[in-house]
């Protein structure tokens, strides 16, 4: 009778997922950002460029629903936005990871814990608007 | 060439080597590049503060993530330590954002000098190295804080101590982060190391992992408020992580003391322009 072997969940093993995955985050988002800047450059590289005076982005920028728009439109400015949604995204990805992590050590206590902070970070995110 | 005449190509490629040095400073020294980001932007670049803040918290997310990734592998930094202070980093960083809002410029620039200053007084004083505690804190056993990590002498474990003083104090750094786009990891790792008897090298690490969350927690506001535009965030973030990837390839212990020395010289003299830029309203 063969027996299945599961894989034990330990400290190790949950940091080293987490590290690809901050890792693999990071390199998503700088590519998307890399990418949106060669629209965006190759557009409006020589427009005059000057941030001395504060006026808010549009709003297509500011909330997910209207960069997820305008970037599958090509619109430079909103890749770029996407690629930096990525990267705030990472850590969020971080936290949940981690909750699956401690849940599979049976640690309540810790998947409470950062269960909070996906909460705080989620709420930031998306209920700030 | 006059800063208001620039061409946005003219302004992406002298916003990334700024932030490019900015990031294999901080990555070389240690320090975090982050700090020299926003006075570099509004200072040199006359960028609006807020548009500065907004690019430089992106660029700590991305800095501390790649920086985070290389040492959580090492099995040094505490996954629970970081896990649990980070309730409070990034409710505190919530609440930094939202003062953010309700703070003036001028005020916000004079917050940040300030803080320029203590980070050039800290790094310039030699840090006391405190014996870890030998005694455990039944909070911290309770919380199981306590933990072990590898040294060249073997594994080494340590108690933490002072759970509600920490917990506090990172509150603030969260605070600090929320309001000023930076990575309070020089605060952070005054709480674990110094309030809380935590290793130096678990301090370092937890806390190089637990900027990323902070910044992300305050992040989303400024993004939802609009501060964070692309053709400025987009340079800054690329150009950070070039230059932190290249200091890391680069690092020679040796070197690292003047540098720092410089760093810290730069630091101040950065604060001092801040408060008197912000008092005087130019900013």
């Not at chain 2, 916000?108 to 006391?128: D, E, K, M, N």
């Not at chain 2, 870890?132 to 072990?148: F, M, Q, V």
């Not at chain 2, 992300?216 to 973030?237: F, Q, T, W």
């Amino acid at each position: 009778m063969k027996t299945i072997r599961l894989p034990v969940w330990t400290d190790r093993r949950v940091e080293d997922l987490v590290g690809n995955l901050l890792r693999s985050g990071v390199l998503l988002a700088a590519l998307v950002v890399f990418s949106g800047a060669v629209v965006y450059l190759a557009r409006h590289g020589g427009e005059p460029a000057d941030y001395r005076v504060f006026h808010g982005e549009p709003n297509q920028l500011r909330t997910i629903s209207g960069v997820l728009r305008e970037a599958f439109s090509f619109q430079g400015r909103a890749i770029i936005q996407l690629g930096l949604l990525f990267l705030i995204a990472t850590p969020v990805a971080r936290v949940a990871l981690s909750i699956v992590g401690f849940a599979a050590e049976r640690d309540r206590t810790y998947v409470g814990f950062a269960t909070i902070v996906l909460a705080i970070l989620l709420y930031s995110l998306f209920g700030s608007s | 060439m006059h800063i208001g005449s620039l061409t946005v190509w003219e302004l992406t490629i002298l916003v990334w080597i700024g932030s490019a040095i900015a990031g294999l400073l901080g990555s070389l020294t240690g320090l975090g590049g982050g700090v020299v980001l926003v006075p570099l932007l509004t200072l040199f670049f006359k960028v609006d503060i807020r548009y500065a803040i907004g690019a430089s918290l992106v660029s700590v997310i991305a800095t501390s993530s790649g920086a985070a990734a290389a040492y959580v592998k090492e099995g040094i930094s505490n996954i629970r330590i970081g896990m649990f202070l980070e309730i409070a980093t990034t409710l505190g960083a919530v609440l930094g954002a939202f003062l953010a809002a309700k703070v003036s410029t001028s005020a916000i620039a004079i917050v940040f000098g300030a803080v320029l200053l203590y980070s050039a007084y800290l790094s310039a004083r030699t840090r006391v190295r405190l014996k870890s505690d030998e005694i455990p804190d039944p909070l911290a056993t309770r919380l199981r804080l306590n933990g072990s990590f590898p040294t060249p002498e073997g594994i080494r474990h340590y108690f933490v101590r002072r759970v509600p003083a920490g917990f506090s104090l990172m509150f603030g750094a969260g605070a600090l982060s929320g309001l000023l786009g930076i990575g309070s990891g020089a605060v952070k790792v005054l709480a674990m190391d110094q309030v809380m008897r935590i290793p130096f090298k678990v301090s370092t690490t937890t806390s190089n992992f637990m900027i990323g969350v902070t910044a992300a927690a305050s992040a989303g506001i400024y993004l939802n408020r609009g501060y964070i535009d692309p053709g400025l965030s987009m340079p800054v973030m690329l150009g950070v992580l070039a230059g932190s990837l290249t200091g890391t390839r680069i690092l020679v212990q040796a070197e690292t003391k003047w540098l720092r020395l410089v760093f810290s010289v730069v630091i101040l003299l950065l604060g001092a322009q801040m408060i008197y830029n912000g008092a005087a309203g130019k900013i």
